[in-house]
């Protein structure tokens, strides 16, 4: 089995593929042992006597072009450099508002308006749930002898929990590539371009934005060749603001990706899919297996009043929570009448 080179391949980048290769393999990741097979001396053997042998990064190089179909290093190499270019070039997209508020419903908002989407940073606070959702986690941590019950306003699970709605309203294909933080240890950078840089680079090329999972959203519009790779529009610290062209200040844990167009709904139906979107988000439960206290809709509302009445409860992000999203939902529903 081989894989497919990017529309724009980088060879940086491929020869940090086969670091990450050699990397892997030197802490016993048994993840490298598919790809070091296309070495004949580890065709047919089991991972244990792969990764008790030794490697070099030539040979690694070797299976990493192998791996895309060449016969070795310099044939990959070779192609790559008759490419035009290495990345794809920078999107000429406005900057999103600088109004405070969800980053994953406003950065969303300036990608599908450059796409040429008639859509506000309100319809997708509405479409997707999130202006009236409640979020809390009440194993948060303890801000003085307050808990800090209410969790990042800006995180993207609920923004990720509506985006089938949002892609069905607006008419484009819309993907989550998501993984948890702890999945990109300990190395976020391999993680990344073992698992979304190709496809951020495909969709790049292709002349669509890309929406990443940071502490705040940050809009991809460019990719260079520096760490993190990723240019376009971002937040410092705490704000929720946009600010002008600056490199994200970390790797991602997902990616939001624009696809094809698609025909859009009737306006009853969009209106139908995303008040049935909200009520099940309302009666929301737990996965049985999920790890996560986080709780949303109705079990997040009686968690809040337990603790306010228990007096343990700190208000601070939830009062944010309040402020971002009831006033979505105020003007959503408004535009439904």
């Avoid at 593929?17 to 393999?25: I, R």
């Avoid at 030794?54 to 290093?73: C, D, M, N, P």
């Avoid at 062209?245 to 844990?253: D, E, I, K, Q």
């Amino acid at each position: 089995m081989t894989s497919h080179l990017p529309d724009t391949p980088n060879l940086k980048h491929l020869r940090h593929q086969a670091k990450d290769v050699v990397k892997s393999h030197k802490r016993g990741d048994a993840t490298c042992c598919r790809i070091l097979r296309h070495l004949n001396r580890f065709r047919h053997k089991a991972d244990a006597d792969i990764l008790n042998a030794t490697l070099s990064l030539v040979e690694a190089q070797f299976a990493i072009a192998r791996e895309y179909g060449f016969k070795g290093w310099a044939g990959l190499k070779a192609h790559v450099q008759e490419q035009k270019g290495s990345l794809p070039g920078s999107l000429n997209m406005p900057a999103p508002g600088k109004e405070p508020g969800n980053t994953y419903a406003r950065g969303m908002a300036a990608v599908l308006s450059y796409l040429g989407h008639d859509v506000s940073y309100e319809d997708l606070m509405g479409l997707s749930g999130v202006a009236f959702s409640l979020q809390i986690d009440p194993e948060g941590p303890m801000n003085g002898e307050e808990l800090d019950c209410a969790w990042w306003p800006n995180d993207s699970r609920e923004f990720r929990a509506g985006l089938s709605v949002v892609s069905f309203a607006t008419g484009r294909d819309l993907r989550s590539l998501h993984y948890s933080w702890s999945d990109l240890q300990p190395d976020p950078a391999s993680a990344f371009r073992r698992w979304m840089e190709s496809e951020v680079v495909s969709t790049l090329s292709q002349g669509a934005p890309v929406l990443a999972e940071c502490d705040h959203a940050f809009v991809i519009t460019a990719m260079d060749q520096e760490n993190p790779p990723l240019l376009g529009y971002g937040t410092h610290g705490k704000s929720t603001q946009f600010e002008e062209t600056l490199r994200a200040s970390m790797y991602p844990c997902g990616v939001l990706l624009p696809g094809r167009e698609k025909p859009v709904p009737s306006q009853s139906e969009i209106d139908f899919h995303s008040l049935t979107h909200v009520l099940n988000r309302f009666h929301a439960e737990p996965a049985p297996n999920d790890a996560c206290t986080w709780l949303c809709g109705k079990r997040a509302w009686e968690e809040w009043i337990r603790l306010q009445k228990s007096g343990i409860g700190c208000d601070n992000n939830m009062l944010i929570h309040l402020r971002y999203n009831r006033g979505s939902a105020a003007a959503y529903l408004g535009s439904m009448a």
